[in-house]
């Protein structure tokens, strides 16, 4: 008797694809050619699930590869009637239509990515189809049927990555390369592409210590050193405080800036660019991620600053789903900013009775605790502890992960005369460490 194959409905289902992420592809590579090379890191065009798709993608990499002009709605339009492909690919109209579906081109990069991988998910299921149907006819020898899906699902997997695969490297060849020198935005703190997050108890300072960092770095001054640095843009976007709130502080660091350099402080004034968003940002909503990553491609800082992390995002700040989707945002903003380091603010948790020291990692999802190249705490140190630090305001810079490099932090801070912020040495009066 013989056994007919089992109704599989899910054969019958439309297969994976996103065409809003392929349409945001296409937008991004007519409005920049940053996207156009992130995009085509990713796909090679088969990956497209709407054929028209992949003849404007082409089109736009013909258009691109020439080089004496850009690639937007209009050369591609001239370049598909060239190729008699303009009605397959939708018309001239649609073009424009690609570019106003996209919230901005710093995505382009990861909208590629969700075609990528909604292809080999359609790869995989095709492929699959036909081992089931090859094993269900009996024809051939069972196990070269399965060793040759293997090495089709391997092609798949594959599919217009193996090319850019780097040859394997040894230790002995390893050892032998140099190593690379950071690009600094704060010499030895803080490099390009860097993520550091701040946290401290409510009121604790870590606004304060955030503006001061891009105050004195866009005036030309060390964070928190009497020394000089090449001056830098920065962006801090508030989401927490008023204007009104944010403004006199402001205007305190400015005058000191003034006093330190003894003159103007213009870097200082045309180097800080400010936003501050009394209502916060739920970057879970397309129209604020937008929002934000127009800012920064617009400002195109070296640093940033935000926060509190709280405040940029809907949903419970417990949930995995809830921090991933905010990382997603944030990642997003360093691609906007072409590798801006990232300043955040975060919020420590209530200590809990009995506990001899105050958590300070951040509150929420374990995720943020593995996502920053370094992550401190404003600690505070009793009196207790060391004389008059309670009227100094001594904190420890207390470390809540491991960092992925070694880099000039101080011991401590304490409250500065001109500025919020000084570092500082415990010293050996102090009768505990930090846990």
Known sequence: ????????????????????????????????????????????????????????FRAIIAVNERREEQADPITVAAELVRTGDITRAGGAPYLHTLVQAVPTAANAGYYAEIVAERAARRGGIEESTRTIQALY???????????????????????????????????????????????????????????????????????????????????????????????????????????????????????????????????????FVIEVVEGGLDLHNPGDRARLLRMVERAEPDLIAIGPLYKLASGNPNDEETARILMSALEAVRVASKGAALLIEAHAPHKVGGERRRDLRPVGSSLWMRWPEFGFGLDKVLNKEA????????????????????????????HGATWPWQAATLGDTETTTSS
């Open 1 to 56: 008797m013989t056994m007919e194959p089992p109704v599989n409905e899910q054969l019958d289902r439309v297969p994976p694809q996103d065409l809003d992420a392929e349409q945001s592809v296409l937008g991004g590579m007519l409005l920049s050619k940053d996207a156009i090379r992130d995009v085509v890191d990713v796909l090679t065009g088969a990956e497209f699930y709407r054929p028209a798709h992949e003849t404007i």
């Open 137 to 271: 006819a009996q024809d051939g020898d069972a196990t070269e049927l399965l060793e040759g899906a293997v090495e089709r699902l391997k092609a798949v997997r594959d599919r217009g990555l193996a090319s850019s695969d780097r040859p394997l490297v040894t230790l002995g060849e390893f050892l032998d390369q140099a190593d690379d020198e950071p690009e600094w935005v704060i010499p030895d703190v803080l490099a390009r592409w860097d993520r550091l997050i701040v946290t401290a108890a409510e009121g604790g300072g870590k606004s304060l210590f955030n503006r001061q960092m891009l105050a004195r770095t866009a005036a030309g001054l060390h964070p928190w050193k009497k020394a000089r640095i090449e001056p830098k843009r920065v962006l801090l976007v508030d989401v927490e405080n008023s204007a009104s709130q944010v403004r006199p502080w402001l205007r305190r660091m400015h005058q000191a800036a003034c006093e330190e350099i003894s003159g103007p402080a213009e870097e200082l004034l045309d180097n």
């Open 387 to 414: 004389a008059f630090a309670e009227e100094e305001g001594l904190h420890r810079w207390s470390p809540w992960r491991g960092s992925r490099s070694e880099r000039d932090w101080p011991e401590a801070f304490m």
